[in-house]
């Protein structure tokens, strides 16, 4: 499984940009999917998790009712909506691929990563 995540950028608080994460090498509706985020001098955090048919969905109490997981098998390709961006949500943002169980939001728990896109939020 590779994933690619993109999407990331500069923002002002209170707006909004949406992550991507395309994957290819597996049968992309067979799996879980997460994202991370890892901000400067932090340990990575737990965002979002989605099932893998896209019925279960998790959220950090952080980022609850400001983000919005999503996925489109048909387009192997899993989304982050992120509106009311808050300084603090700047990181780095990792989506992740879980192929065994239900989804979760620990990183363990996730076989396969993609490489990361910098969300930076200015105040």
């Known amino acids: 499984v590779q994933l690619q995540a993109y999407g990331g950028g500069l923002a002002q608080a209170g707006g909004s940009l949406r992550l991507s994460c395309a994957a290819s090498g597996r049968t992309f509706s067979s799996y879980n999917m997460g994202w991370f985020r890892q901000a400067p001098g932090k340990e990575r955090e737990f965002v979002a998790a989605?099932?893998?048919?896209?019925?279960?969905?998790l959220y950090a109490d952080s980022v609850r009712g400001r983000f919005t997981i999503s996925r489109d098998n048909a387009k192997t390709t899993v989304y982050l909506q992120m509106n009311s961006l808050k300084p603090e949500d700047t990181a780095v943002y990792y989506c992740a691929a879980d192929l065994t169980g239900g989804i979760s939001s620990r990183a363990w728990r996730y076989d396969y990563w993609g490489q990361g896109t910098l969300v930076t939020v200015s105040s």
């Open positions: 989605i099932s893998w048919s896209g019925g279960n969905t």
